[in-house]
């Protein structure tokens, strides 16, 4: 075998792919840096660059990567679907006895079936072992179960995680397909807010889709935590936290303490109220700080006022259930508030502690306020309600970074190789999960995040639902270009969240866009999690767009995504735009425009053939070869788009608030930062740049118009 032989023998024990296909079909085959380097970050330590090992020592890593699994005792975790004979094989020392029982989450103990294994005894470090399998009984209820194994010599426990065959929850959506709106909350303001969005303004979206669109959810923005304080990072989708909630989408009036507030405090509140009200109207980006800043002054105040006993012990609760992830989420605010200078102390352990407490308070205030926007979603007659969207992964400097710090893999950064959205490839900077330190943890973190999440949502949205799958993991600092896919047990991470979501009575979307085997789609279905269409992104197999009747079923189909701007901008070519003057294309600008201009034409003509224009200034229109200004009126075009969506057979339609005011400008440019583009700092607009308020959404011309052509 040559070196290279043995490296790739190596990295595909590990998991991780020594070749691919990239976004255009072409075969790469992996550097031996990014390989070795990517091992390195697995806790494989075999060196590389002027350390890198010779073929000696990778013989010798796979011998013992191999050695390691055969000593094992029990494997890492076992997920198994209900009502399969899951087999699965334990390690003992040759010719001992092995007893392996399950401890159901009720506490009963029943014996695991064995099963015949020939698989011969080897001898490792002296000693000789063996290997036998065992299978699980068919009738063992959904849950958190636990293995045991007992032989002479050896114990050993793992979780053992019973999951449904299939989601339910789509099903009721397939045969009676609705529709819903997607926004991002800090983007939609009312005369109330201050500056920005919130999660009161969030239960009024959800009531004013719902009476004025007839939306039964609302697909939002990640909600996840943010840093302790100013400055915080305005992307949803690189969080500090994901299993915790942001605070600055906290309705300071809403609080209940707020009546408690003294003369004094309760003016320094009311000149915030009024200083911030008067952002509202402002087309201007959102600057999250300034508002932050003067949300946590008052918060501060209002965890000091002492609350009513029924508050107080629903405090208290709320900290139990969360238990001791809350904790380390609260202990890890508390230390940076303290180390920064930001909390002034004379007792800095005493400070310690009221600080802690400070931030699961804040946690607790958020719980309120996204269940009482849920409650109000629901009571509008949405029958999903609020849906969740959950994000890739976290911020390196986080506090999942820091408190999940086991179970992940800092030396190495998730993104993107090149593609559509990206010639030069994303490095979205977050460590990835380690996948075998994260099955030794029994996917407890994974679990426990997801439990938070589908708490208040009736639904919820996975981005990247491909990192199940694989992800791209990039060696810290280095180009996007360098990186490689690193396998997951999609079967456990698929499961998992099909188990939790069940127990919520929830559905799961998997954002299924971007580069990966088409296999995986089929993996999603069988477990019914809806996959995402995108009118722009979709082609027919017989050529061109897709045909109406061609989308898929189970799915959440929409004309746009946050990840494009508005379908108004996008008609207008500002996507193409937007990217020369970034400088992000590898290619001919014109070239890229003429592509883009064919192609669009080519989608409209599709829609224009089902009639989905009819009524409008766009009937009977043709569109092959028109140049962009000569299409005719934007908001036509827009409502029959969605007309088209809406017609579709997938079980669920969604409209982008933003399409609904014909707003213009993109919410969020992928691969660039904010000091190119001011990312997810756009409020909402109409097509004239002119601001939309809440109060004003209803009555506004071109949201009756999109909303009517939405309609299901």
């Not at 806790?43 to 390691?68: K, M, S």
């Not at 339910?168 to 959506?173: E, I, Q, Y």
């Not at 409502?639 to 969506?645: C, S």
Request: proline share 6%.
């Amino acid at each position: 075998m040559t070196y290279r032989d043995e490296l790739k023998n190596l990295a595909e024990a590990h998991r991780v792919a020594t070749s691919y296909y990239s976004a255009t079909g072409e075969y790469v085959e992996v550097s031996e840096d990014t390989l070795l380097k990517t091992l390195n970050a697995l806790g494989v330590n075999v060196g590389f660059g002027e350390n890198a090992p010779t073929e000696d020592a990778l013989r010798a890593a796979i011998q013992e990567h191999y050695e390691a699994e055969f000593t094992r005792g029990l494997p890492p975790c076992v997920v198994a679907v209900q009502g399969d004979q899951h087999v699965f094989s334990v390690h003992v020392h040759d010719g001992s006895p092995a007893q392996v029982t399950i401890e159901l989450e009720s506490g009963e103990i029943i014996p695991a079936i064995q099963v015949e294994n020939c698989t011969p005894s080897r001898e490792i470090n002296g000693v000789i072992w063996g290997e036998a399998s065992f299978a699980t009984p068919t009738d063992l209820p959904l849950g958190w179960h636990t293995l045991h194994l007992v032989t002479e010599g050896l114990t050993s426990s793992c979780q053992l995680v019973i999951t449904p065959s299939r989601l339910s929850t789509a099903d009721p959506l397939v045969a009676h397909p609705v529709t819903g709106v997607m926004a991002q909350i800090y983007s939609v303001r009312s005369r109330d807010s201050w500056g920005m969005g919130d999660f009161h303004d969030l239960g009024t979206i959800a009531e004013t889709t719902a009476h004025g669109a007839g939306a039964q959810f609302l697909l939002i923005n990640p909600l996840h935590a943010g840093e302790p304080f100013a400055p915080i990072e305005a992307s949803p989708y690189l969080p500090t936290s994901r299993r915790f909630i942001n605070p600055l989408y906290i309705r300071i009036e809403d609080i209940e303490e707020v009546a408690g507030l003294n003369s004094e405090d309760q003016a320094q509140l009311e000149e915030f109220a009024t200083r911030f009200k008067a952002l509202n109207t402002s087309p201007d980006t959102i600057d999250r700080n300034p508002i932050f800043d003067a949300k946590l002054t008052i918060l501060h105040k209002l965890f000091h006022i002492t609350r009513s006993p029924e508050r107080e012990h629903a405090f208290r609760e709320y900290c139990d259930r969360e238990g001791s992830g809350l904790d380390a989420f609260a202990t890890w605010c508390a230390e940076r508030t303290i180390a920064s200078g930001v909390m002034e102390h004379d007792n800095e352990s005493a400070d310690m502690a009221e600080a802690t407490d400070f931030y699961r308070w804040l946690q607790w205030i958020c719980d309120q306020q996204l269940g009482a926007a849920q409650a109000r979603a629901k009571q509008a007659g949405m029958t999903i309600g609020i849906m969740a969207d959950l994000a890739v992964g976290v911020h390196p400097g986080g506090a999942d970074a820091s408190t999940l710090a086991p179970y992940m893999a800092p030396s190495a950064s998730v993104g993107a190789p090149p593609d559509g959205y990206n010639q030069y490839g994303q490095d979205w900077s977050q460590p990835p999960w380690h996948p075998v330190k994260l099955a030794e943890a029994g996917y407890a973190p994974w679990r426990d995040m997801l439990r938070t999440v589908l708490r208040h949502s009736g639904g919820i949205r996975v981005d990247h639902v491909l990192g199940l799958f694989r992800l791209w993991w990039i060696p810290r600092m280095q180009n996007p270009t360098t990186g490689t896919y690193v396998q997951y047990d999609y079967n456990a991470l698929i499961g998992i969240l099909v188990l939790e979501a069940e127990r919520a009575g929830a559905v799961v979307i998997g954002e299924d866009l971007g580069t990966f085997e088409p296999w995986v789609q089929d993996v999603l279905a069988a477990r019914g999690i809806m996959g995402t269409s995108v009118l722009w992104f979709e082609g027919s197999p017989h050529g061109g767009p897709r045909h109406q009747g061609e989308y898929r079923q189970l799915s959440l189909t929409s004309v746009t995504t946050h990840d494009l701007p508005p379908t108004a901008g996008m008609l207008q070519g500002e996507h193409i735009a937007l990217r020369e003057r970034l400088g992000l294309f590898t290619r001919d600008v014109a070239e890229e425009d003429a592509g883009d201009l064919h192609w669009q034409n080519e989608i409209l003509q599709r829609i224009a053939d089902t009639g989905s224009f009819h009524n409008t200034s766009i009937e009977g229109r043709h569109f092959h070869g028109a140049p962009r200004h000569e299409r005719g009126d934007a908001l036509d075009l827009i409502a029959g788009m969605h007309r088209f969506v809406a017609g579709t057979p997938s079980a669920l339609a969604c409209t982008s608030l933003v399409d609904m005011v014909g707003d213009i400008r993109a919410q969020n440019q992928p691969g660039t930062s904010n000091d190119q583009y001011p990312n997810w700092c756009i409020p909402l607009c109409d097509i004239h740049g002119k601001p939309v308020l809440l109060e004003d959404l209803e009555q506004h011309p071109a949201f009756q118009k999109i909303a009517e052509a939405g309609r299901r």
